[in-house]
C-alpha cells in the first residue's frame, strides 16, 4: 500500500466514522480529526483543529490540561492504552463517558510519530452497567430487613439468581421458576384485593414489557404476608426494571423488605391520633366517626346513646386544683371503659363530659341498667374526693326511635341531659 493510499482510507475514515478520532503529531498538535470529535470540541471545522494543540482547541483549560497530561503519561510509558473509560463533555450537561482508545504511532525506525486517538459514546451501556453492578451488589448483600432478593430475566422467563435469609424465624417461600414465584405469592398474600395480588396474578412478560415501555423503571407496594413459619408479617415489594449488561434481556430485581416494625409504629401513631391524650380513651372526633360507621352497618339494630356529664366537677377543679380534676377525669374514663365491651364506643366529648354508645340493645330494662351502672361508676370514682360533692347526670337517646343519624342523637341526648340537671342531677333522663 502507498503513502497516498493511506492517507484517503484515514481521510475517509475520520469524514464519515460516527466515532470521535482524532490524530496528533509528537508534538500533541492536531493533523485530523472526525466530525463527531469536532463537535465535541465545540468547534464547527476540522480547519478549527488542525494545526491546534489541546489549549488552543477546548476553551475549559481543566479540561484540556488533562488531556495533555494523559498524553505525556501514554508516550512515558511506552504502552497503548485501549478502552478507558472517561467523562466527555456534554452540551445538555448531563453525564456523558467514552470508551477511549489512543494508539502510539511510530515510523519505520520505531521512532514516535503521533498519537491516534478513538473515542466511542458508551453513556447509554455504561449507566446501564453501573446500575447493573449496584443491583448485583444490593442482591449479595442482603441488607438485615430484607427476605429475598431475586433477579428475573424477563426475556427468557427465567430465575438468574436469587438470595433469602430469615428474619423473625421466617422468610419467603423458596423458588426454583418465576412461575413458582408468582403461585407462592399469590397464596400467602392475605389480602386478595391488594395490589400485590393483583401485580403478582398479572406477573408475566408482556406486562412487565408494557410497565417497562411507558417508562417505568421502579415500583413498589406493601401488603400482610404468610411467611415459611406461618406468621403474617407487612412486607414491602420493590421491582427494580433493568437492561442484563451482558444479554441486553429487560430485567427485573424483585425484592422482599420486612416493613412490620414500620406499620407497627404507623398503628401506633394512627391509634394514638383517635384517642383523647388525657383519658386514652376516644377522642371527639374519633368517637362520632366510629358511631356513623356502626350506624351505617347496623342499621338494622337497636341502639343507645348515654350522654354523661359529672356534677359539680368545676368545684373539683376550684377546691383540689386541676390535677386532682385530671386525675378524677382519667380514674373514671377508665372504669368506664372496662366495663363496657370492645363492641361498643367509650369517649371524651370535651371538659367533663364523655359519650358511650352501646350497640345491640333493644330492651329498656338493659338501657336502665346500663345508666344505673354509669352511676354507679362516676360514684365509685367520687368517693375517692370526698370534700366535694360529686355525681353524674346522664342523657340517654335510642336509634331509631330518637333519631336516625349520630347528629340527631346527640342532640337528643344533650337535650335528656339538661333535664336531668335541672330535675337535681345525679340521674338519667330518657330523650322523649
Known amino acids: 500500500m502507498t503513502h497516498e493510499f493511506m492517507k484517503q482510507a484515514l481521510r475517509a475514515i475520520l469524514e464519515n466514522s460516527d466515532d470521535m478520532i482524532f490524530l496528533k503529531d509528537e508534538n500533541l498538535v492536531y493533523q485530523g480529526a472526525s466530525k463527531p470529535f469536532i463537535k465535541l470540541t465545540g468547534n464547527s471545522s476540522e480547519s478549527d483543529i488542525v494545526g491546534h494543540t489541546d489549549t488552543e482547541v477546548f476553551e475549559d483549560k481543566n479540561l484540556a490540561n488533562r488531556y495533555i497530561l494523559d498524553d505525556h503519561r501514554l508516550l512515558a510509558r511506552g504502552e497503548d492504552l485501549v478502552n478507558y473509560i472517561e467523562p466527555i463533555p456534554s452540551d445538555d450537561k448531563k453525564a456523558r463517558y467514552g470508551s477511549t482508545s489512543k494508539y502510539i504511532l511510530r515510523n519505520e525506525d520505531g521512532k514516535v510519530c503521533g498519537i491516534l486517538g478513538i473515542t466511542r459514546d458508551v453513556t447509554r451501556d455504561y449507566l446501564v452497567r453501573q446500575q447493573y453492578q449496584r443491583e448485583f451488589k444490593y442482591l449479595f448483600e442482603l441488607p438485615e430487613n430484607t427476605y429475598a432478593v431475586c433477579y428475573i430475566d424477563v426475556d427468557s422467563w427465567r430465575v438468574i439468581c436469587q438470595r433469602r435469609q430469615k428474619i423473625e424465624k421466617g422468610t419467603l417461600q423458596e423458588c426454583c421458576t418465576v412461575d413458582e414465584i408468582c403461585s407462592c405469592a399469590l397464596e400467602s398474600i392475605a389480602d386478595k384485593d391488594s395490589e400485590a395480588y393483583h401485580f403478582y396474578k398479572c406477573f408475566r412478560a408482556d406486562v412487565l414489557n408494557d410497565i417497562y415501555e411507558q417508562g417505568k423503571k421502579y415500583i413498589n407496594f406493601k401488603y400482610e404476608r404468610k411467611l415459611s413459619d406461618g406468621s403474617v408479617r407487612w412486607v414491602r415489594n420493590e421491582i427494580n426494571f433493568l437492561t442484563d449488561a451482558d444479554s441486553g434481556h429487560l430485567c427485573v430485581m424483585l425484592s422482599a423488605k420486612d416493613i412490620s416494625a414500620v406499620k407497627d409504629e404507623e398503628k401506633r401513631l394512627e391509634k394514638a391520633a383517635k384517642l383523647d391524650a388525657m383519658t386514652s380513651v376516644f377522642n371527639r372526633e374519633a368517637t362520632m366517626e366510629h358511631i356513623r360507621r356502626i350506624l351505617s352497618e347496623y342499621n338494622d339494630k337497636q341502639h343507645a346513646l348515654f350522654m354523661i356529664d359529672i356534677d359539680n366537677f368545676k368545684g373539683l377543679n376550684d377546691t383540689l386544683g386541676h390535677q386532682a380534676g385530671d386525675e378524677f377525669l382519667i380514674g373514671f374514663a377508665q372504669k368506664l371503659k372496662k366495663h363496657f365491651r370492645e363492641t361498643d364506643v367509650v369517649g371524651r366529648i370535651g371538659g ?65 341531659l339538661y333535664q336531668a340537671k335541672k330535675s337535681g342531677k345525679n340521674q338519667y333522663v330518657f330523650a322523649k
Open 352 to 416: 367533663d363530659e364523655f359519650f358511650v354508645f352501646v350497640r345491640n340493645i333493644s330492651e329498656t330494662v338493659q338501657v336502665e341498667n346500663k345508666a344505673g351502672d354509669i352511676l354507679d361508676i362516676v360514684r365509685s370514682v367520687a368517693s375517692n374526693y370526698l370534700q366535694v360533692e360529686l355525681s353524674g347526670s346522664i342523657g340517654v337517646s335510642r336509634y331509631p326511635e330518637n333519631g336516625n343519624t349520630v347528629e340527631e342523637l346527640y342532640a337528643c341526648s344533650d337535650t335528656a
